[in-house]
Every structure is written in C-alpha cells, then in structure tokens.
C-alpha cells in the first residue's frame, strides 16, 4: 500500500473528547495543516465505547465540520482508530502428534497455529452464553516444542509430537460495527482502521526504541490500554477498565461536584501550585481548596488505578519492563507515575510521560494537539500517511461471507480459515486405529490408513494456508477425511514362508498349517480382536504324525496311594516319551513349523515318589558331635514316610502305598533330637545325667548348632 499524497483527515473518538486532524507527510515527518477538538456534551461514550451513536456522530459532524471550514475543501473520509478497551488477549496450545517420526512442515506450524488461535478464540467465549464474534488481529509464538523439548523453529526437525503456544489477541466485532455506525451518520467513509494503543505506540517509540522491553500506557478517560514491545515488535496487549473517570467521579462524590465541573479540576490540579482551586457544586455553594489537599486525599484512588495498571502490566509480561511509557489525558493525574513505578518496584525516573513534542519530524503550527493528549491521533495520522493499519477484504469460505481484519497488508487463507470459524482438525485427518497382535511370539502392527488432508483452493486454483487473499477471494476448502482403522482377519496374517517343515527324530516332515486365537481354530470371516495372540501350528497333532504313538503297547498305569490320609489316583504314561524342543509334550500337540520332535520307546520304571508329591522345599541339616560320633539332624524342610518307614523322592512307590509328609520346623534343632536313637542305659549305681554343649551345662531345650560338641556322662 502506497503512501497517499493528499492530506488526510484524522478522527480519535475518545470517551471525553473527539480529535480531528488534518495531515500531510513531509519528508519523513508529518505535518499538521489543522486540528479541533471537541468535548462530548453529555457521556454518549463509557470506557471508550460507543453508547449512543447519534449523540456521537452529532459531535463528529462538529469537528468534520470545522475542519472542512479551516480547509476550504469537504472532508469525505477520515482514518480512525478502535478503542484498545476492547482488545482482548488470550494465550493458548495446541499439540499433533505423528504416527512416527516425521519431518516438521511450514505448512503443518501454519496448521498447529491456527489451531492455537482458535483455541485462544474459544477460551475468549462465555460459557453456555451466546457466542461472541471476535476478529483476531495478531498473534505472536510464545513457544515451539519438539517432542517436549524447547525449540526457535520447528520447520526440517523430525519428531513424533509437536506443539505451539501462542499468545493471540482479538477485538469484538461489535466495536467495530459501532464505529463504522457513527462514520456513516457522519458521512465519513473509513479510510483506514488502526488500534488506538498501536497508534499511540506509533507516535512515542520508535522502531529503535521497541528493542527494549517497554510498556506503553495509554491512560483515557475510561480506561487505560497497555501494549508491551520487545525484540523490535509488539507481542502483548493490555486493557484495565479504570482510567481518569474514576479520578473525576471521585471528586464528584467528594464535593458534589457535576461531572463536567470535576473535569475542570482535575485538570487544573498539576499546574495550580500554591493557589486555592475554586469550584461550585451541585448545591450553589462556591468551595476553595489547595490543590494539595484535594491531591492527598484522591491519593487512595490513585494507588488503586496505579496497582491496576502495575499488576495488569506483570501478568502480561511477567516481570516488571525496562521503562513505563504513559500517554493520554489520564496520565497526568498527580502521583500515578510514581505509584506505578513503586508497585511495579522500578527506579522512577524510569516510568514516565510522553508528548508530541516527542515525534520526531513533527510540524505543528496549530498548537491544538499540544499536550500528551494529543499523541494517540497524531500516531493515528503517522500510520495513514505510512499507509498502515488494519485491512479489511471480504471472501468466501466454502460460500460463507467473512470479513478478514489482519494487521498485515496481504491477508492469507490461514486468515480466512480464523475468520470463518474453522477447527484445525478438518485441516489434517486423524489416523485410522491401528491393530496389534502377536504372532508366534513377534509383536506384529497392522497400521489403519493416513486418511485424505484437506484440500485448498481460492478462485478454483490449488492454495496453501499462507496463500494471499484479494478482495472478494473465493476460498474452497474440503475438509480432511480421517482415515479409516485397521481390520484384521485370518486371510490378513502372512502365512510363513513355505515349504513348512518340522523333524521328527531327525526326519523332516511337511506340514499342512492352520492358524490358532489363542490356541483355538478361527472363524475365517470373524475379525481378529487388537492384542491377539496367535500361532500357525500343524492342522493334524502328533498323534496323526507319529502312527507309532497309536501302535504302541499299553502306555497307561494307574496308582492308588493315600497321602496324609488322602487317597488320590496317579496316571503314569509309559511306553512311549515324547518331546518338542527339549520338553515334553502331548500326544494331542499340534506342532509349528521348525519344531523338534523326539520319541522313544521306554520301560516302566514304576511310579517315583517326587511324581506323587512334586516338588517339595529340601531339608537342611547340621551336624554334631555326641560323645566323639558325628550325627546328622535335620532343620527344616520336609521328611517323607511310605509305609511308615522314612524315603527320599527318587525312591520307587508301590501301589496302595501311604505316603506321609511331615514338614520340619525351620528353627534351629534342640538337645533331644540329639538324644533320639542313642542307647543311654545308666550303669548300675549310677548318678543322674548330666549333658555338656560345648563345655557348657545344658538341657533338653538347649539350641544347637552346626559342630556342636555334645557329651552325655551320669553321675
């Protein structure tokens, strides 16, 4: 967008006042060829928005009026500015993740960027209330993250998951709509549409000075807007719904003064000095104050306004700013400068005001727009003249009406799509649920399909998300189509590759597979469940594999043995033993491919008694010295009986057999079971017994242990 060349009419529309300015750019600076400001009779404006349109337009006709006089010519458009009241600033997230790794698009970051911003619009929305229509005007990326990890730039990595934080701010259409309602009562056609903080921006800091980290306050009438730049950019807005009314409706309240008449003094309070301030309030009576005392005592209101701003201004920037720059009427209240400063525990000479006299290149012969009041239109101008601001076009998305307000001058597809409403999951497509089973022990995944990404196009020609949008674009746009899951049947799963084969005592035998869902054949239409467990086995068993096995003589035994009183029944298989791959197996076993099968005909060695009570926990034992003769005791563990006489495991069992199981305790074992089996007749005329461990007196309870020495005399 060009530089015009013709002057231009500048209008802020503030909640006191409305500014016009009549302006022409004059080599790098800016000229004022006329201005008029001019006070609302009654408060047709609140906290910067339009409440009674007429009421408005009545004065904006005033000020068009005056100024098309100072002219000589009529005045037909004008550059405006929305209230920064109604910003709105929201930070939001938004996640992908692949199916595997892959490589990061620009395309996919516009994505997951529009994803975050629509996240951000609905996080703006009143619950369950009606939806409110927002234009999004800006966003910034607070943060990139690569598979939880922190990044400049997400474009070329390769990860699994990506997300993105952005920090997005929007501005009611309403706003908007009312303002364009006022022009047109007007007769004015807008010209162009800026911010009303970023004009002030525009006109106080340089791009040089917006590498700092810097807070501009723009303190109004009703209310005060914040814009926070850092890195040569704005990437924050602000809005504190308290401002120089508070102030003045203070004074109303004190004095009973008429809203217009407390104005007057708040105004007159910088610059009174020493002299008393006379005023009449709403009963007739003329009342006399020294400035400083009406100043001491607004002071509570003063700090209130100030932690506002101050608090307002750490949550949006997380710490308090290298400097505090503050425009506008308010920001002449006495001792807000200061409270800020002290609030936000900064040096006070770094929180300060800014005036015209601060634009560089300024020419102002008029000396209307002196006063730091003056600086919001005067940047208001400076970016008409730079042909700057907001832009709108209308397009279409998929035959919907949408009004594109961007803060660039090509407005893009990605800024339509934000525009229409459209969530960021009808631009990739979810992919399809994957199926996982396990064959013959490999972990195998059937993947669903990717789906179909969404298809862009703008005036019938293939686009892309950063594609740029002209006036009256049509925009298609085929949502994507999620994919499909994985199913899986039996004809799905790979057979091994053939021939197949298993040995039998060294001889290859081919093999006719069938497959098992855990363990049992499938219905060969039926889809097979996600974590199946299944095995290509041998459609016939060993029994059809080996006729030996159905040849061989009698192969079954039956016993009846009674253990600790129970009788139970104990089949022994002989004749023929048979193992797959080292184990035994089942005659009734089908085998897989690759097996190894042994058999071999055997005799019946009888029934073990470890066949009829398992394994058992092994008996410890220690051993001790009685009278110079080793003896072993046992000290835990199990002792076996059959028949009533002791046996180990290995031992072979009779049929009708009584097999008791006696579980030993694990403490250590005591003098008597030394004593068991030992021949201890006294001599005649002997004395009583006496019993010595380890030269120690000791009885039957005495504990022993491993090479205990033991001696058993009498007396």
Not at 403 to 420: C, G, H, I, M, R
Not at 548 to 564: G, K, M, T, W
Request: glycine share 8%.
């Amino acid at each position: 967008m060009s530089k015009p060349a013709q002057p231009l009419f500048i209008l802020d529309i503030g909640t006191r006042k409305v500014a016009g300015v009549v302006v022409k750019p004059k080599g790098q600076g800016l000229k004022v060829l006329a201005a008029r400001v001019l006070e609302h009779p009654d408060r047709a404006m609140r906290d910067g928005q339009v409440h009674r349109v007429e009421a408005v337009a009545e004065v904006v006709k005033q000020v068009k009026s005056a100024l098309e006089a100072d002219m000589g010519h009529p005045l037909p458009e004008a550059a405006v500015a929305a209230a920064g009241r109604a910003l709105l600033t929201q930070s939001a997230a938004a996640h992908r993740r692949y199916p595997c790794p892959t490589e990061v698009t620009r395309e996919d970051l516009l994505a997951l960027e529009l994803a975050a911003a629509r996240a951000a619009q609905s996080a703006l929305q009143p619950p369950g209330g009606k939806r409110q229509l927002l234009h999004c005007v800006g966003f910034s990326v607070v943060k990139f993250q690569l598979d939880q990890e922190s990044l400049d730039d997400l474009a070329g990595h390769r990860g699994r998951e990506i997300s993105v934080e952005v920090l997005a701010t929007f501005l009611p259409r309403q706003v908007v709509d009312s303002l364009m309602a006022v022009l047109r009562r007007a007769k004015l056609a807008a010209t162009s549409l800026t911010l009303e903080p970023i004009a002030a921006l525009e006109a106080t800091l340089p791009p040089d000075l917006r590498r700092m980290n810097i807070a501009l306050v723009d303190v109004g009438a009703g209310t005060s807007d914040i814009a926070l730049t850092r890195e040569g950019s704005v990437f924050g807005y602000a809005m504190v719904t308290q401002a120089g009314d508070e102030i003045t409706e203070r004074l109303c309240e004190h004095y009973l003064l008429e809203f217009n008449e407390a104005e007057r003094i708040k105004r007159l309070l910088d610059t009174a000095g020493e002299a008393p301030l006379a005023f009449t309030s709403i009963l007739g009576k003329i009342i006399q104050k020294p400035a400083a005392e009406i100043i001491e005592h607004l002071s509570p209101d003063v700090s209130r306004l100030a932690r506002a701003i101050a608090e307002a201004i750490s949550k949006l920037n997380g710490q308090a700013p290298r400097a505090v720059v503050m425009v506008g009427g308010g920001s002449a209240t006495p001792g807000l400068g200061e409270a800020v400063a002290e609030i936000l525990g900064m040096d006070p000479h770094r929180v300060g005001t800014r005036g015209p006299d601060s634009i560089k290149g300024l020419e102002n012969p008029t000396q209307v727009l002196h006063g730091i009041e003056g600086v919001t239109p005067l940047g208001i101008g400076m970016l008409a003249v730079q042909g700057r601001g907001l832009k709108f076009i209308s397009a279409q998305v998929n035959g919907q009406s949408v009004q594109l307000l961007a803060l660039t001058e090509e407005p893009t597809v990605f800024d339509a799509l934000l525009s229409a409403g459209r969530e960021v999951r009808h631009l990739y497509p979810r992919p399809g649920q994957a199926v996982t089973y396990t064959l013959n022990g490999r972990l195998i995944t059937r993947p669903g399909t990717l789906g179909q990404p969404a298809h862009l196009q703008v005036n019938d020609a293939d686009a892309t998300l950063d594609t740029v949008v002209e006036e009256n674009a049509r925009i298609a746009f085929q949502e994507a189509r999620d994919g499909e899951d994985a199913v899986l049947t039996p004809a799905d799963v790979a057979k091994p590759k053939g021939p197949h084969w298993c040995t039998i005592n060294g001889q290859n035998r081919e093999l006719n597979l069938q497959l098992l869902y855990h363990g049992q054949p499938l219905d060969p239409e039926q889809p097979i469940p996600d974590r199946a467990e299944l095995t290509w086995v041998s459609s016939i068993s060993l029994l059809d594999l080996i006729p030996e096995l159905e040849q061989a003589p009698e192969r079954v035994l039956r016993y009846r043995v009674s253990v600790d009183g129970r009788q139970r029944e104990v089949v022994q298989q002989q004749g023929i033993e048979l193992k797959v791959n080292g184990r035994s197996a089942d005659h009734r076993d089908h085998p897989r491919p690759n097996d190894r099968v042994e058999w071999t005909r055997s005799e019946s060695g009888g029934l073990r008694l470890s066949e009829v009570v398992g394994d058992l926990p092994a008996t410890s034992r220690i051993t001790v010295q009685v009278n110079g003769q080793t003896k072993a005791l046992d000290t835990g563990g199990c002792r076996l009986f059959v028949n009533g006489q002791p046996a180990s495991q290995e031992e072979v069992v009779p049929d009708q057999a009584e097999i008791v199981v006696e579980t030993l305790a694990s403490a250590p074992p005591i003098m008597s079971q030394a004593l068991v089996d030992l021949d201890l007749k006294p001599p005649k005329n002997a004395g009583p017994l006496i019993i010595l461990v380890d030269g120690q007196k000791a009885a039957f309870t005495t504990p022993l242990r491993n090479g205990s020495q033991i001696e058993i005399t009498f007396g």
